[in-house]
């Protein structure tokens, strides 16, 4: 078995149908360790990483809407 960074480099050469069935392996690997999944249902899982990833993705949008919206400094 390879390293990481082989298995991801790997990734870009597959075909969708390949993706799908490595991200199904994936979900069934998680599924079966029980750690890490926050909620889990027939279209998949949805872990830690995915939540944390999320609210990232928001604290961003707020940053750069909170900078957008914020009165230039008194002279």
Request: glycine share 6%.
């Amino acid at each position: 078995m390879g390293t990481v960074s082989d298995i991801t480099g790997l990734l870009a050469g597959l075909s969708t149908e390949e993706l799908q069935q490595i991200e199904r392996s994936l979900i069934s690997i998680y599924r079966q360790r029980k750690t890490g999944i926050l909620y889990d249902d027939a279209h998949g899982v949805w872990t830690e990483e995915n939540q944390a990833a999320a609210a990232d993705q928001v604290f961003r949008l707020l940053d750069a809407e909170e900078t957008r919206n914020k009165p230039d400094a008194a002279p």
